[in-house]
Nanobody, 115 residues
């Protein structure tokens, strides 16, 4: 399983970024795909995830600001982030999760939001 994330960067508060993750070596539709983040000194946390059928789940802190989407044909998952806040600063990781809750991680992409 290989997950290649891209799209991180630096923005000012209120700005937007779009993260993308391309998967290979997986039966993509059998995985729940998600984005997690880890801020300095904090544990990794779920940001949003999406089943192959399109059911989404969001952390309360990003609800109404972030949107996760996936393209099963292209084996990709995206995270549209709007209204970014300094507290959204973190390394963001793409993850593929099996039904037995095995996790596969991509490399992180850094998002920095300045006030």
């Amino acid at each position: 399983v290989q997950l290649q994330a891209s799209g991180g960067g630096s923005v000012q508060a209120g700005g937007s970024l779009r993260l993308s993750c391309a998967a290979s070596g997986v039966n993509f539709i059998s995985y729940r795909m998600g984005w997690y983040r880890q801020a300095p000194g904090k544990q990794r946390e779920l940001v949003a995830d999406c089943t192959s059928g399109g059911t989404t789940n969001y952390a309360d802190s990003v609800e109404d600001r972030f949107t996760i989407s996936r393209n099963n044909a292209k084996k990709s998952v995206h995270l549209e982030m709007n209204g970014l806040k300094p507290e959204d600063t973190a390394v963001y990781y793409c993850a593929a999760v099996t039904r037995s809750r095995d996790y596969y991680w991509g490399q992180g992409t850094l998002v920095t939001v300045s006030s």
